[in-house]
């Protein structure tokens, strides 16, 4: 339900969610605090609740930590499998630009379409969370007409059999890139870094402090904790927002078949 914070580039996506942890803590000293502080007037409470957030922050932190290395982990290798199918596609170009006439020119212009259509159409469909389908008929095409061919030589089989085995490559990582659309952290996770931000800021709440004191260090900390939690959604879901995979690799490939 939060995909909408996509739309937003960096900048504006990291004030939106800092802000919202700051208000919230803010919003928790005025309004909630006054209720808590009954609970906390004993001799030492700060020292208790000082040990036992700090107990917390041990937890917390790791969880935030391994995350975030998650996430970032998710998006190297969504990376890679675009480039790698970048490349196989580009070796089998070169591939099937051993073949005889008139196999060599319908098999090279169905490859020289597949990145335009990947680059204009596939990825804004990607960028939405939806699996693009469209590249399925040309595959299919492409697919036809190569198993048409008919080796008459050695030097033909081989080939032949080298484009096969580079196309069921190409395949592989194809489908990679599709099933990593929908890559990202679970949703559970997300409810337990919700929730363990909340209980964050309401111990901090506990603290027998100046009511000045209260917002300022509170909202030092709420700022860094929206910052963090930022930082996991930007790299979260490895193709939406800004910080996103980018179809480079095809374009470059791209520009190495016009140029053949």
Avoid at 52 to 79: H, K, P, R
Avoid at 190 to 211: Q, T
Avoid at 213 to 226: E, K, M, Y
Wanted: one cysteine or more.
């Amino acid at each position: 339900m939060f995909y909408w914070i996509y739309d937003y580039n960096s900048e504006q996506m990291a004030l939106i969610i800092s802000a919202t942890f700051v208000l919230a803590y803010w919003f928790g000293c005025i309004f909630i605090r006054p209720f808590l502080r009954f609970f906390a007037r004993t001799h030492g409470s700060n020292d208790i609740v000082g040990n036992i957030l700090s107990c917390f922050g041990v937890f917390y932190g790791l969880l935030l930590g391994l995350i975030a290395v998650a996430a970032d982990q998710n998006y190297g290798q969504v990376e890679v499998a675009v480039q790698k199918e970048a490349v196989a596609l580009s070796a089998l170009y070169y591939d099937v630009s051993s073949y005889p006439e008139p196999y060599r020119f319908n098999l090279r212009r169905i490859l020289r379409e597949y990145p335009r259509y990947v680059i204009k159409y596939a990825w804004p469909e990607q960028q939405k969370g939806i699996i693009p389908t469209g590249g399925i008929v040309r595959m299919n095409a492409f697919q036809q007409r190569l198993l048409e061919f008919q080796p008459q030589t050695k030097a033909e089989e081989i080939i032949h059999a080298e484009a096969i085995h580079q196309f069921n490559v190409f395949l592989e990582h194809r489908t990679l890139r599709l099933q990593s659309v929908t890559t990202g952290i679970p949703a559970v996770m997300w409810y337990v870094v919700i929730i363990g931000a909340i209980v964050n800021l309401s111990m901090i709440w506990l603290f027998d402090m100046r009511f000045l004191t209260h917002i300022i260090l509170g909202g030092l900390l709420a700022f860094f904790l929206g910052t963090m939690i930022f930082l996991i959604a930007a790299m979260d879901n490895p193709f939406r927002g800004e910080v996103s995979i980018t179809p480079e690799p095809f374009e470059k490939v791209a520009l190495l078949m016009l140029d053949d």
